[in-house]
């Protein structure tokens, strides 16, 4: 015990005399708390609290080799492509919702809140989420509607008319906590008259924004056996928590290249079932519209490829009739852009993004604010840990045993990877939104100059995060609600510690 409480003490001193921003080498002593200090296990965690805490290779890609592939193909995510037909990253375009995954996913982080619609500018990391009176994507358009094109043709949204506004919004308590202290809540509400499309519409149709989610550490929550995640779906059912079931029907699992299918782990929807088959690997060809091998063709509507063939000015231009134009945009057979060896290498450098490390979690406060985020139950939804499985890969041939892996880690995301309904105004398509990591959020502001929360980034800081939460979380809330304002903010300084 003595020598517990001893080393906890120079652990402290360490602390005082190393808080130079720069040091990589904030391993902690052995203390009660060292465990979780590796919040992407040890093989996925890095000890770094520099504003590039978010990019950085777990300690994985070193020991397995693989440094090389990393930073090359660190370059996918970062450099813009451009519309040439050949050389470094060709091929964006005809259509295209960004020119690089960078511009969206600002310093690897959590996106920040704009008032303005921009696809050029960094750190815009909104998709729009246009659907139909039944909450359905609109068919016209592409699930990621794209807001750029390559002349002559045009893109199927216009963006100077989409319209964000931020509206206020009092809520229940009129603002107020019990104590006094007052808060204030935002939400967006978007609109695009009808003549922002250059396809047809559906009447009516709704337009929401969806901001990105944090990538590092996505390689670790991938290697999570599937059985953890369906155990996890019955425990929450037997504890009585509503849940998207259909999400669990087989029939409804998120298939693989080679047919195996998997539950839903990745995006707010829980659309995609594997890192290799996720958000990343088919953003790389969908957000820019580069093709590769496995995806000859481009991500374009019926709608829109006849929209585009019928005008004349297009034939005029490219000299091609209606026909030849419809043909090529809805080709199924066009060159490979992206070669198969650096599409490889950016799949390395996306399942081999750290988590960075834990921070002081022996403070007393930090200590205290994890026992109130337990006692508030907040822990119910947003789980403490996970222990990855054997991370063996198979499904898409073309990445099988060519990545880094992590067997056996144990992680603390802090989620439980299912949807819950906060029943927010204005809120995500369908209600079901996956329970956010909450894992280096408190370096979101260092690392990418934002601390917005929430699916499109309404919450202006932690607390506005958790008074957002109604519907099915809104128990927990409650608790959080009737606390005292001391124990508030150590819920807080918990959620920026993890
Ligand atoms: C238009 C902006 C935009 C661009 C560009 C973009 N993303 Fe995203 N990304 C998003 C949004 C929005 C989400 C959340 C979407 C959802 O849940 O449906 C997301 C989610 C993700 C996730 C899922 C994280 C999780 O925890 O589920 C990963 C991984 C990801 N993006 C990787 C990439 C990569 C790699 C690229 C480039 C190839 C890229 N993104 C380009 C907007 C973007
Ligand atoms: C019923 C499940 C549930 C409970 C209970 C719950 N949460 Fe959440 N939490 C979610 C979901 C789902 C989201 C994502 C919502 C969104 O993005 O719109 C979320 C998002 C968050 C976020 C924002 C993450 C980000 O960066 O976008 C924070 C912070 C958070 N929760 C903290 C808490 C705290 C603190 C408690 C306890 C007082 C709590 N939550 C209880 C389901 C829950």
């Not at 481009?298 to 026909?323: D, N």
Request: charged residues 25%; contains cysteine.
């Amino acid at each position: 015990m003595k020598i517990i409480k001893l080393l906890s003490i120079c652990f402290s001193l360490i602390l005082l005399f190393a808080c130079d921003d720069n040091s990589n080498s904030k391993i902690p002593e052995p203390s009660d708390f060292s465990e979780e200090y590796y919040s992407g296990g040890k093989l996925g965690t890095v000890f770094n609290e520099t504003p590039y805490a978010y990019e950085l290779p777990t300690p994985a890609v070193e020991e397995q080799g693989f440094s090389l592939a990393f930073s090359r193909g660190e370059a996918f995510f970062e450099k813009e492509f451009n519309t040439n037909t050949s050389g470094v990253r060709n091929g964006l375009g005809p259509v295209s919702v960004r020119s690089s995954c960078l511009t969206c996913h600002p310093g690897y982080g959590h996106g920040k809140r704009v008032d303005k619609y921009r696809a050029s500018e960094y750190g815009n990391s909104y998709l729009l989420v246009v659907t139909d009176e039944n909450d359905n994507y609109v068919t016209s358009l592409t699930g990621m509607p794209q807001v750029q094109a390559v002349y002559p043709f045009l893109p199927p949204v216009i963006e100077d008319k989409i319209k964000i506004e931020w509206k206020e919004h009092v809520d229940e308590f009129g603002n107020v906590f019990p104590d006094g202290e007052r808060y204030s809540l935002i939400y967006p509400e978007v609109t695009i008259p009808r003549d922002g499309f250059n396809v047809p519409m559906p009447d009516p149709y709704k337009v929401r924004l969806e901001a990105t989610i944090g990538i590092y550490g996505t390689g670790l929550i991938d290697a999570i056996p599937d059985d953890s995640l369906l155990a996890q779906y019955q425990n929450e059912k037997i504890l009585g928590i509503p849940l998207n079931d259909a999400k669990y029907d087989p029939a409804n699992f998120v298939p693989e290249v080679d047919g195996t299918s998997h539950p839903g782990r990745y995006t707010y929807g829980l659309s995609r079932g594997t890192l290799q088959n996720g958000p990343g690997a088919n953003a790389i060809w969908n957000i820019t519209n580069v093709t590769r091998s496995d995806r000859r063709k481009h991500y374009i509507t019926e709608a829109y490829a006849q929209a585009m063939s019928q005008r004349t000015e297009i034939q005029t231009v490219l000299g091609k009739t209606e026909q030849e134009i419809y043909d090529y945009l809805m080709s199924k057979n066009l060159d490979p852009e992206m070669t198969d060896e650096d599409y490889i290498e950016f799949m390395v450098w996306h399942r081999g993004l750290a988590v960075p490390a834990a921070r002081n979690l022996d403070d007393p406060e930090v200590q205290k604010g994890k026992s109130l985020f337990s006692q508030a139950g907040c822990t119910v939804c947003h789980r403490p840990s996970w222990t990855t499985g054997s991370d063996n890969y198979s499904g898409d041939p073309l990445v099988e045993n060519k990545l880094p892996r992590y067997p056996y880690q144990k992680i603390y995301p802090y989620t439980d990877l299912l949807q819950h309904r906060l029943e927010m105004v204005n809120d995500i398509r369908t209600g079901w939104c996956r329970t956010t990591p909450l894992w280096g959020r408190g370096l979101s502001e260092k690392c990418t100059g934002a601390s917005d929360h929430l699916h499109d980034m309404r919450a202006r800081n932690y607390t506005e995060a958790i008074m957002w939460h109604g519907g099915d979380a809104a128990k927990s809330r409650e608790r959080f609600r009737n606390m005292t304002k001391e124990e508030r903010n150590s819920v807080v300084k918990f959620l920026e510690a993890i």
